[in-house]
């Protein structure tokens, strides 16, 4: 099976995979090789791709993936390799967004899904690079 994963800035990850595991709205599902085709609403979690018995995680916001034979298409605001996520920067922008949040009675309704958004895509990443610890 073959997987894209693109955001707004590039193309992140794209390779010839055994299996994927993407967190949906629904919960996490496989996509193994024979998958139905499915489109799905992804949330902020962890991603994992299985390749020749290995596993690699990727943090991943909001997005949404399809499954069409043996294609897989990922469209997400935000993904980062385990390895590139700074947790020390990610924790100083989940409080800025959290502060931010908390004066809601001054932002409008985009504005507050947008901090909620970035918020969940740090808890994300904070919680898979201390998986990784």
């Known amino acids: ?53 290995r596993s690699q995680s990727l943090a991943i916001s909001e997005g949404f993936a399809q499954c069409v034979g043996d ?22 922008a989940q409080k800025r967004a959290e502060n931010a949040l908390s004066t809601m009675e001054k932002l409008s309704d985009e504005e507050v899904a947008m901090l909620e958004t970035q918020i969940a895509y740090a808890r994300a990443q904070i919680l898979l690079k201390q998986k990784q610890k």
């Open 71 to 92: 294609k897989i298409s990922i469209l997400a605001e935000n993904a980062i390799h385990i390895d590139e996520i700074d947790e020390s920067a990610v924790e100083e």
């Open 1 to 53: 099976m073959n997987i894209e994963i693109v955001t707004p800035e590039a193309r992140v990850h794209h390779d010839t995979i055994d299996a994927v595991v993407i967190p949906t709205t629904s919960g996490e599902i496989d996509i193994l090789p024979g998958h139905i085709p499915i489109v799905t609403k992804i949330q902020a979690g962890e991603l994992i791709v299985n390749k020749s018995g």
